[in-house]
């Protein structure tokens, strides 16, 4: 099974915005991806995020791994990928076709985790220190 953390990061003095990945692969690889994004908000920083982590969860099961167990901390992400379902139509415009990909993932699921187990928040939170 392939653990895959995500979070995103957003410095509010001047909007940049970070995302992380930490993913353990079935066979034990440890993959760390960093991206800086556009964000006005932690929340679609935290829905971005999810977006790259279905990319790579999209590359591992091209590459045969089949069971992905996602972990946010984001409540706003959680929720909305158990409902379906997400009220804010900017940030719909990520999620909707995110969530169906994710959908597609040969077994996947979604797992909320308090932040100071996100693998992932020490990863952003470096990115947005890259100036």
């Known amino acids: ?3 895959l953390y995500f979070d995103g990061a957003v ?3 001047n909007d940049d915005a970070a995302i992380g990945l930490f993913c353990k692969t079935s066979s034990g690889e440890v993959i760390e991806r960093s991206y800086r994004i556009t964000a006005t908000n932690n929340h679609e920083a935290e829905f971005q995020a999810f977006e790259k982590a279905v990319d790579l969860a999209e590359e591992l099961a091209e590459a045969g791994e089949g069971m992905f167990s996602f972990r946010t901390d984001s409540e706003a992400v959680s929720l909305a990928v158990e409902r379906e379902f997400t009220k804010n139509k ?3 415009v990520v999620f909707e076709p995110t969530l169906e990909r994710f959908n597609r993932l040969p077994l996947a699921f979604l797992k909320w985790i308090p932040s100071n187990d996100n693998k992932a928040d020490r990863i952003a939170k470096a990115a947005l220190r890259t100036d």
């Open 1 to 3: 099974m392939v653990e």
């Open 11 to 13: 410095r509010p003095s």
């Open 90 to 92: 900017r940030i719909q």
